[in-house]
Antibody, heavy 115, light 106 residues
Framework: EVQLVESGGGLVQPGGSLRLSCAAS????????MNWVRQAPGKGLEWVSY????????YYADSVKGRFTMSRDNAKNSLYLQMNSLRAEDTAVYYC????????WGQGTLVTVSS | EIVLTQSPATLSLSPGERATLSCRAS??????LAWYQQKPGQAPRLLIY???NRATGIPARFSGSGSGTDFTLTISSLEPEDFAVYYC????????FGQGTKLEIK
């Protein structure tokens, strides 16, 4: 069974940092590209970043470029999102999603940026 | 950035009726368009990929059509569990989502 489990969310002050993780199981992680997608409270979905299966290609939404860094460890079946210089508008549930079509999603982890 | 505009914002229908949801792209996305369903408190679920291909386990009452800039998600006969928010997403140029269509019970 495919499983994606996000962790690392929490309350952080503006300007702070947080590192999200996504643990994958039930499929060959190294064969799939991955995405982070976020959803602010009561709002729609916003794509955040993409990483290729090997990790050599990484893309970011303009809203997070220069502040967020996506990475993966295929040996550990894990995906990461390092978030720096956090702003109130980064408050959201962050989902990891598998593949080019985001065919499987985790349940998300809530990040709250507030003083 | 490619902007996806979904219409209508809210669609009020009864079980058994046919639902037609629209997604228009600001420039061609070829057939790189997906549809997702999201229920309250849940993660999104992939319904349709590459404009017209049903994802694994998705009932046949869901169908997608279109290419270029105009796309449609059709639910042929609404079941009670279909009332949710639906999003389109393009992957032709980076990725962007539409703002969503809320399908509510009339």
């Amino acid at each position: 069974e495919v499983q994606l489990v996000e962790s690392g969310g929490g309350l952080v002050q503006p300007g702070g940092s947080l590192r999200l993780s996504c643990a994958a199981s039930g499929f060959t992680f190294s064969s799939y590209s991955m995405n982070w997608v976020r959803q602010a409270p009561g709002k729609g979905l916003e794509w955040v970043s993409y990483i290729s299966s090997s990790g050599t290609a990484i893309y970011y939404a303009d809203s997070v470029k220069g502040r967020f860094t996506m990475s993966r460890d295929n040996a550990k079946n894990s995906l990461y999102l390092q978030m720096n210089s956090l702003r109130a508008e980064d408050t959201a549930v962050y989902y990891c999603a598998r593949g080019e079509d985001c065919d499987f999603w985790g349940q998300g982890t809530l990040v709250t940026v507030s003083s | 950035e490619i902007v996806l505009t979904q219409s209508p914002a809210t669609l009020s229908l009864s079980p058994g009726e046919r639902a037609t949801l629209s997604c228009r792209a600001s420039q061609s996305v070829r057939s790189y368009l997906a549809w997702y369903q999201q229920k309250p408190g849940q993660a999104p679920r992939l319904l349709i990929y590459d404009a017209s291909n049903r994802a694994t386990g998705i009932p046949a009452r869901f169908s997608g059509s279109g290419s270029g800039t105009d796309f449609t998600l059709t639910i042929s006969s609404l079941e009670p569990e279909d009332f949710a928010v639906y999003y389109c997403q393009q992957r032709s140029n980076w990725r962007t989502f539409g703002q969503g269509t809320k399908l509510e019970i009339k």
